[in-house]
């Protein structure tokens, strides 16, 4: 996670671990997923072919159950980062607990259980999907691993500011950046956008994903 901004404005940079594993598998077990606007591209990286884990007739029915899966995840990573709490807030810390249950984290994947297809593809392809972000992280020189240059953020944040009449202290944003093909982006929730690393760092989308955010956040 990167954060960018002062006093004034704010904007969080996020390259989350499980989305990138749900798409591991999706990918990895080919499940024919519809696209659809929430629906992100291909990895990157194409993962090794898993696709005789389930037979034809399972992928079909794991690649329905891998949609609300894939928004239960998302939902988690925006719930983490708009809804903060103290380090020793022991309730805040049993109710993440209980949320990541529910959303099916590992290593059980336990909220999958009634959905048997799913379930066995994420068991089978766990291991090497959280290999595959280890190493996809650890590769890469740290000046790499960022998406949105910073100067382009702090940009887009004072125009922002200026064109809606705001203090800067109101302008705040939150990315979660997934090494998918293609310039994409998609809106999860007002302030909150999911895109490519390619959106993120070519100048023209990049500027669209943050006044995106930005201008959604103050809309809220």
């Known amino acids: 996670m990167q954060e960018a901004g002062s006093a004034s404005w704010r904007f969080e940079e996020s390259n989350p671990q499980l989305p990138h594993v749900a798409l591991y598998v999706r990918d990895a077990v080919q499940l024919p997923v519809p696209a659809a606007p929430g629906v992100p591209p291909a990895l990157t990286h194409r993962p090794p072919d898993r696709s005789s884990l389930l037979s034809f007739a399972e992928r079909d029915e794991a690649a329905r159950q891998w949609?609300?899966?894939w928004d239960a995840l998302l939902e988690l990573e925006v719930r983490a980062r708009t809804r903060p709490s103290a380090p020793n807030d022991r309730r805040g810390w049993e109710q993440r607990r209980m949320e990541r249950e529910q959303a099916g984290v590992p290593p059980e994947f336990a909220?999958?259980?009634?959905?048997?297809p799913l379930h066995r593809a994420?068991?089978?392809t766990y291991r090497e999907a959280l290999d595959w972000t280890n190493d996809r992280r650890?590769?890469?020189p740290r000046s790499d691993r960022l998406g949105f240059a910073y100067e382009l953020v702090r940009q887009?944040?004072?125009?922002?500011a200026f064109d809606r009449q705001v203090s800067p202290a109101?302008?705040?944003?939150t990315?979660?950046?997934?090494d998918v093909t293609g310039e994409w982006w998609h809106e999860l929730t007002p302030g909150t956008v999911a895109c490519s690393l390619a959106a993120a760092r070519a100048p023209v989308p990049a500027r669209r994903v943050l006044r995106l955010a930005f201008d959604a956040a103050l809309d809220r």
């Open 67 to 69: 949609e609300s899966w």
């Open 111 to 116: 909220a999958l259980q009634d959905r048997p």
């Open 175 to 178: 990315a979660l950046v997934l």
């Open 122 to 124: 994420v068991l089978g």
């Open 170 to 173: 109101e302008v705040n944003g």
């Open 138 to 140: 650890s590769s890469r």
């Open 156 to 160: 887009v944040a004072e125009d922002v």
